[in-house]
């Protein structure tokens, strides 16, 4: 009797220990660190350059002259602002367009569409130095803008062209069909359709869209080296002068340690306020549309 | 001019009245002059990637034919501003080239790994409180900027990795810190969102009834998840890869910084080397006449690279289906 219980608890021991060893518990575990790896990094990067930079922010640095003794990054601010709105102004009506067409126009097994998509899809790929190439040859020579705010803007155009028709086509596409069909039902065209019902509805996808090209467009260093410049101080009204994450590269790659990290500061604000209020404008406007339904 | 403006409307006032199919007309017209307009917007694109594929073929033509083809791809030396060597043998991108492959495939193999682990446990075994928070913070990390990492990596993994080196014997004459080790260690943090998302969604799509069949089999949770659900999610999760890939090749500012910027084969991971990305933003800016030729050429070469992998990734998803 005794023998047998020793055996089965033997057996089950060996049963259990067996169990406990499952590799695929081994990757569960693994995958709980990579999950906090990758958590920590961004925590990691964020808290670092915040700590080591706050010291530098200084009402000089950030609203004062440009002088040798004292850099200042007022210019760099402006100029990164100006170059947001242009390219926005441009990016955002040919992006909805786009979408609108893809979405409201076309079926899905069309062949244009999907050339479009295509074609979205590779530009969406095409690496941001390659840009600044292309818009160094196309905006800045061919057709003789020089270097500044029209190159600069028109390169990072094309380069947030197809995050924003992404994201627009996306929203787009979660509004209900029942929606369409009232519309029509209404007497309205498809135009009408399309400005007064399906935009409207899809307007908290398209705004969050449009946020987060604008942290896009804040944070893109490569494209506007050759296109926008990268002197610093004051640029004149359409002229050459470096954006905020171009100040920061040429700062860092000088040895001016200490204005890259108060730049990475003023970089890193930026960037966490257009994410945060991209998650809090779509959330607002799901809140209203489901008060409205 | 109120007087046409009222003419105006009288005209459309008795336009609508005597004529209601007129107005029709119009907006029908209309509506095709619209319909055109969002087209226009639409293959916009189109031609952009067009334009930019045809600008930089035309202007590294001449720069390719002058060096010759071959000696520009497969050549070993670059140095442009070398007045002792003959032209053709100064501009061999074979070390940027060998560069660029070098640090995307060390990047992808960890930040791969550790993205698709990572997307395990967002899809499946988080809390469910914690997932917004976690989806939020991947969502910041695509969105930093790529000179903030480039920044990092510079002031605190280069002098990390020389140091630990030095400290673990080796010879502290040749190790500078910068190189291939710091520059996959940065790219596969900036990686990290694009593989995560992808690969999140992929497991997150598949039917339910998967999870369960198996839990009703037998298996265990984590069996369920690893042995029935990764593999069936297996191609989102490898268009997440594939994208890492293109996104760490093309990198550019973070790299410039922390991959040491010299033109040379890469040998140990710990000394200093340089990407064709690397190469284009460093250089770009003084370069003469023929230099830039080349260099607009080495940015064509990474283009192809890219297009084939957006070729490659869009075979995939037709074999899906």
């Not at chain 2, 609508?16 to 095709?32: E, H, L, V, W, Y």
């Not at chain 2, 899809?123 to 928070?133: D, G, L, T």
């Amino acid at each position: 009797m005794s023998v047998s219980t020793e055996q089965t608890t033997l057996a089950e021991r060996l049963t259990r220990k067996s169990r406990r060893f499952r590799p695929t518990a081994l990757l569960r575990y693994c995958s709980y660190i990579s999950g906090a790896a990758a958590v920590a990094a961004l925590v990691g990067i964020v808290l670092f350059v915040c700590i080591k930079g706050l010291p530098h922010v200084s009402v000089q640095l950030l609203f004062g002259k440009n002088t040798a003794d004292n850099p200042s990054i007022a210019g760099a601010i402006v100029q990164t602002f100006k170059i947001v709105i242009v390219s926005l102004a441009i990016a955002v009506p040919v992006g909805v367009g786009c979408a609108v067409y893809l979405v409201e126009y076309t079926g899905r097994g069309n062949k244009l569409v999907k050339v479009i998509k295509t074609a979205t899809e590779t530009l969406a790929g095409v690496p941001s130095i390659v840009f600044g190439l292309f818009g160094m040859l196309f905006f800045v020579d061919f057709l003789g803008l020089g270097r500044g705010l029209w190159a600069g803007a028109f390169t990072i155009t094309l380069m947030i062209l197809p995050t924003i028709v992404t994201s627009v086509e996306e929203s787009l596409r979660a509004v209900s069909d029942t929606y369409r069909e009232g519309s029509f039902g209404l007497g309205a065209t498809r135009l009408r359709t399309v400005f007064k019902v399906v935009l409207p509805s899809a307007m908290s996808g398209i705004l969050g869209g449009v946020i987060l090209g604008m942290g896009r467009i804040v944070s893109e260093s490569a494209p506007l080296l050759f296109t926008a410049g990268t002197n610093g101080g004051m640029p004149t009204l359409t002229g050459s002068g470096a954006t905020l994450a171009v100040a920061m590269y040429t700062a860092a790659s000088t040895g001016n340690i200490e204005v890259a990290y108060a730049v990475g500061v003023v970089l890193i604000v930026l960037v966490v306020g257009l994410n945060l209020l991209a998650t809090y404008v779509t959330g607002v406007f799901q809140k209203k549309q489901l008060g409205r339904r | 001019m109120t007087n046409t403006n009222e003419q105006k409307t009288a005209l459309a006032a008795t336009e609508r009245g005597a004529a209601p199919d007129k107005t029709a007309r119009r907006q029908r017209i209309f509506d095709i002059v619209s319909k055109i307009g969002f087209l226009v917007c639409a293959v916009f694109s189109v031609f952009a990637i067009l334009a930019i594929i045809l600008f930089l073929l035309a202007s590294s033509i001449p720069g390719m034919a002058e060096v010759g083809f071959f000696k520009f791809l497969f050549g070993t030396t670059w140095k442009p501003t070398s007045s002792k060597l003959p032209i053709d043998e100064r501009f061999g991108i074979l070390p940027m080239i060998a560069g660029t492959l070098y640090v995307t495939a060390l990047s992808v193999l960890i930040g791969g790994v550790t993205g698709v682990l990572a997307a395990i446990f967002i899809a499946r075994f988080c809390p469910k409180k914690v997932k917004p928070v976690i989806r939020q913070a991947m969502n910041l990390l695509a969105g930093l900027p790529s000179v903030i990492y480039g920044f990092f990596g510079l002031v605190v993994l280069v002098p990390f990795v020389r140091d630990t080196a030095i400290k673990w014997g080796m010879d502290s004459a040749k190790v500078q810190g910068y190189g291939v080790l710091v520059s996959a260690l940065v790219l596969s943090v900036m990686i990290l969102p694009t593989v995560i998302t992808l690969s999140v969604n992929a497991l997150e799509s598949q039917p339910h009834s998967y999870y369960e069949g198996a839990l009703a089999l037998g298996a265990t949770k984590d069996q369920a998840v690893i042995k029935v659900l990764v593999p069936a999610s297996k191609s989102g999760i490898l268009a997440g890869m594939v994208l890492g890939v293109g996104r760490a090749m093309g990198e550019t500012m973070a790299v410039v910084l922390v991959c040491g910027n010299s033109a040379v084969m890469p040998g140990s991971l710990v000394t200093g080397m340089e990407t064709m990305t690397a190469l284009i933003a460093l250089e770009m800016g003084y370069a003469g006449e023929l230099h830039r030729t080349m260099l607009i050429a080495t940015g064509f070469v990474l283009l192809i690279f890219v297009l084939l992998l957006t070729l490659s990734l869009n075979l995939l998803r037709r074999k899906k289906k």
